[in-house]
């Protein structure tokens, strides 16, 4: 049940907005949201409950349609300092009682 | 920095053999978590343990084994390595047992080659 995340790849300019999209086959309880750039370890974004919560980091934000079964990652007025590959993480509770990761989107911010 | 602790960071070994990750959670988290990122597999979620206590299982071979001591510390042991095992190896900690609602904070990580 691992999500698919869209588009795979981005390239902007500074100062340009971007979406990444994060899609489930099945009923979500949480994502989980994580960048990571190269050779670091993830750091921790946000995590969106069901119920169509959406939070805040920074420029950051996220949905969470639970209808849907899919979260959004809204990145505005990126810096350059937002390149890296981002993570959605589901948690689907029950029997998969853990965080699936999704491939990743790599976020290209140039100047 | 997370607050995270693992040792060693490289490690290089060669078929068969044995090796053991060490990771210091957070100061006062109670959970500890051990993820494995390779190129073919992505991020994947290994093992929880919570205070102790093993607390979810994903896709952990038969080879590999965690636990948890009683300073929270905890170690991940690999066994008769094969050169599929290569990978960088996580280790995450959390305040609270609940993976679905928690943050996970994520230590520098150990880069396994296995020749």
């Known amino acids: 049940q691992q999500p698919v995340q869209s588009p795979q790849a981005v390239i902007l300019r500074e100062g340009e907005d971007a979406v990444i999209n994060c899609s489930s086959s099945?009923?979500?309880?949480?994502v989980h949201w994580y960048r990571q750039k190269h050779g670091e370890a993830p750091v921790f974004l946000m995590i969106?409950?069901?119920?169509?919560e959406q939070k805040g980091h920074e420029k950051i934000s996220a949905s969470f349609n639970e209808k849907k079964q899919q979260s959004s990652l809204y990145l505005t007025a990126s810096q350059l300092s937002y390149s890296g590959t981002y993570f959605c993480?589901?948690?689907?509770?029950?029997?998969?009682?853990?965080?699936?990761f999704g491939k990743g989107t790599k976020l290209s911010v140039k100047p | 920095d997370s607050g995270v602790t693992q040792t060693p960071k490289h490690l290089i070994t060669a078929t068969g053999q044995r090796v053991t990750l060490r990771c210091s959670p957070r100061?006062?988290?109670?959970?500890v978590y051990w993820y494995q990122q390779s190129l073919d597999q992505g991020l994947q979620f290994l093992i929880q343990?919570?205070?102790?206590?093993?607390?979810a299982k994903g896709n952990i071979l038969e080879r590999f084994s965690a636990q948890q001591f009683p300073d929270l510390h905890s170690e991940l042991n690999l066994s008769s390595l094969e050169l599929g095992d290569s990978a960088l190896y996580f280790c995450?900690?959390?305040?609270?047992?609940?993976?679905?609602?928690?943050?996970?904070?994520f230590g520098p990580g150990t880069r396994l080659t296995v020749l």
């Open positions: 993480a589901p948690y689907y509770g029950g029997s998969q009682g853990n965080l699936i």
């Open positions: 995450a900690s959390s305040a609270r047992p609940q993976m679905g609602t928690d943050t996970q904070y």
């Open positions: 343990y919570y205070n102790g206590e093993e607390r």
């Open positions: 099945k009923a979500l309880y949480s």
């Open positions: 100061s006062g988290d109670l959970s």
């Open positions: 969106l409950l069901k119920g169509g």
